[in-house]
Nanobody, 116 residues
Framework: QVLLVESGGGLVQAGGSLRLSCAAS????????ILWFRQAPGKEREFVGG????????FYDDSVKGRFTISGDSAKNTVNLQMNNLKPEDTAVYYC?????????WGQGTQVTVSS
C-alpha cells in the first residue's frame, strides 16, 4: 500500500506562515503530479495548487495565488506547500494527492487553523 503523509499543520495567527510537507512511502512510485486540496467545515473539498512534473509546471487557485508557494522533488516524491500571509478563511484540513498514471493516492490530511 502506498502511503502519503502530510505534516506541518497547526495553529497560527492571521498574517503568519506555515510550511506543509508531503512524502510518499514508496520511493519507486511514479506520479504525474502532486496536488494540494483543502476542506473546511461545511464546505466542499477545493483545489489549492499543485506541481506537474512534466515541465515542472506549477499552478494555484486564485484564492492563494501570490501567498502560497509549492516546491517538490520528483525523485523523492515529496512536495512542500509554503503558506504566507495566512487568513482565517484558509482554515481547513489540507490534503496532498499523488496523481497517476494508474491511481491517485491521498494523504490523511493535516489541520491548519488561522485565528483572527
Amino acid at each position: 500500500q502506498v502511503l502519503l503523509v502530510e505534516s506541518g499543520g497547526g495553529l497560527v495567527q492571521a498574517g503568519g506562515s506555515l510550511r506543509l510537507s508531503c512524502a510518499a512511502s514508496d520511493s519507486n512510485l511514479t506520479t504525474d503530479a502532486i496536488l494540494w486540496f483543502r476542506q473546511a467545515p461545511g464546505k466542499e473539498r477545493e483545489f489549492v495548487g499543485g506541481i506537474h512534473w512534466n515541465g515542472s509546471r506549477l499552478f494555484y487557485d486564485d484564492s492563494v495565488k501570490g501567498r502560497f508557494t509549492i516546491s517538490g522533488d520528483s525523485a523523492k516524491n515529496t512536495v512542500n506547500l509554503q503558506m504566507n500571509n495566512l487568513k482565517p478563511e484558509d482554515t481547513a484540513v489540507y490534503y496532498c494527492v499523488a496523481a497517476g498514471p494508474g491511481n491517485d493516492y491521498w494523504g490523511q490530511g493535516t489541520q491548519v487553523t488561522v485565528s483572527s
